[in-house]
């Protein structure tokens, strides 16, 4: 069974900056694809950014100037940087690793809350 673990998560203030981690329980390159979603209370969840086997990223359009998604060196680790954080970040961020078409899998979600 996989398993993705979410840490990095908190409170912080406007402006301020948090990098995400999540731990994959077997390397990336297993994966075609690898992503952040979020989801705020009473909505749905949202693409954040994606990366793909190949290093292909991909980001929500309002999201693109603030936050960056790169895999980490260990290959069993991916990240998202997020900088010039407002209020309306503030959401459960939740990591997703897509084997193909029908078959993801999805870490426990961490929160992360920005204080005006």
């Known amino acids: 069974q996989v398993q993705l673990v979410e840490s990095g998560g908190g409170l912080v203030q406007a402006g301020g900056s948090l990098r995400l981690s999540c731990a994959i329980s077997?390397?990336?390159?297993?994966?075609?694809?690898l992503g952040w979603y979020r989801q705020a209370p009473g909505k749905q969840r949202q693409l954040v950014a994606t990366?793909?086997?190949?290093?292909?990223?991909n980001y929500a359009d309002s999201l693109k100037d603030r936050f960056t998604v790169s895999r980490g060196n260990a290959k069993n680790t991916i990240y998202l940087q997020m900088n010039s954080l407002k209020p309306e970040d503030t959401a459960v961020y939740y990591c997703?690793?897509?084997?193909?078409?029908?078959?993801?899998?999805w870490g426990q979600g961490t929160q992360v809350t920005v204080s005006s």
């Open positions: 990366i793909s086997s190949s290093g292909r990223v």
């Open positions: 997703n690793a897509r084997v193909d078409a029908w078959t993801d899998y």
């Open positions: 077997m390397s990336i390159f297993g994966f075609n694809e």
